[in-house]
C-alpha cells in the first residue's frame, strides 16, 4: 500500500472503501493530458514508490513552473496527491488541488525516500496542480491522483481514462468449515 511516507509491505489485509482516480496517465506525466508551463518532463528517469522504472523527472526552466491536469465536473471536495523525491535544489515544491489558488508546500528535501504531497480543496474542476519555485530545481514525480473526498486513499494507478477502485471488503464462508458457533474472527485495525 501507499501512504504520505512511500509504498509499504505489510503482511494481512487492506480494507478501504470505493475511490476514483480522475487523472490521466498518472505514471505518464509527459503525455498530452499534463499541460506543461516552464517545465521539462523526463520520461522513466528513475525507479518509482512501486520498484519498477517508470518515475519521471520535472525540472523547472523558470521560476514558478508548473504541471498541471484539470478534471472538469461540479463543484465537490477534492484531494490531488503525488509522489516526490527530490533530485537538485533546495526550493520549495507546492501542490494544488484548486490551480493554485491554495497552495501547499510540499516537503521534498529527501533525495534518498520518496514523499507522498497531497492537497484537498471544494470547487467545480479541480486539479493536480504541481509548481516548482525556482528555475533548474528538479524532482522525481510519480503516481498522480485526483479523487473525491478529504484525503488521499491508497494509489490507484492509471493510462487513457480514470479508474475506479471496488470497495473491498473481507468475507469468510462457513459452508464446507466450522461452524459459526465455534469460530473467532479476529481484526486489528492499524490507523494510518
Known amino acids: 500500500y501507499y ?47 512501486d520498484g519498477a522504472a517508470t518515475a519521471d523527472t520535472l525540472t523547472a526552466s523558470a521560476a514558478s513552473a508548473t504541471l498541471i491536469q484539470t478534471y472538469t465536473t461540479a463543484s465537490a471536495q477534492y484531494t490531488a496527491s503525488i509522489f516526490l523525491k527530490r533530485k537538485t535544489g ?21 533525495t534518498n525516500n520518496w514523499v507522498r504531497c497531497q492537497a484537498t480543496a471544494t470547487g467545480a474542476n479541480p486539479t493536480l496542480y504541481i509548481q516548482i519555485a525556482s528555475n533548474t530545481d528538479a524532482v522525481y514525480a510519480w503516481g498522480g491522483q485526483l479523487e473525491a473526498g478529504a484525503y488521499a486513499s491508497t494509489y490507484i494507478p492509471t493510462t487513457t481514462a480514470g479508474l475506479t477502485r471496488g470497495t473491498e471488503k473481507v468475507t469468510y464462508p462457513t459452508s464446507g468449515n466450522l461452524t459459526a458457533a465455534g469460530q473467532t474472527i479476529f481484526f486489528k485495525i492499524t490507523p494510518q
Open 90 to 110: 533546495i526550493s520549495p515544491i507546492f501542490i494544488s488541488a484548486n490551480n493554485g489558488t491554495t497552495l501547499v508546500a510540499c516537503n521534498v528535501t529527501d
Open 3 to 49: 501512504d504520505d511516507t512511500g509504498f509499504h509491505s505489510r503482511r494481512g489485509l487492506i480494507v478501504e472503501g470505493s475511490s476514483t482516480n480522475q487523472i490521466i496517465q498518472s505514471a505518464g506525466l509527459s503525455d498530452a493530458a499534463w499541460v506543461a508551463s516552464n517545465v521539462t518532463v523526463a520520461t522513466n528517469s528513475v525507479t518509482a514508490p
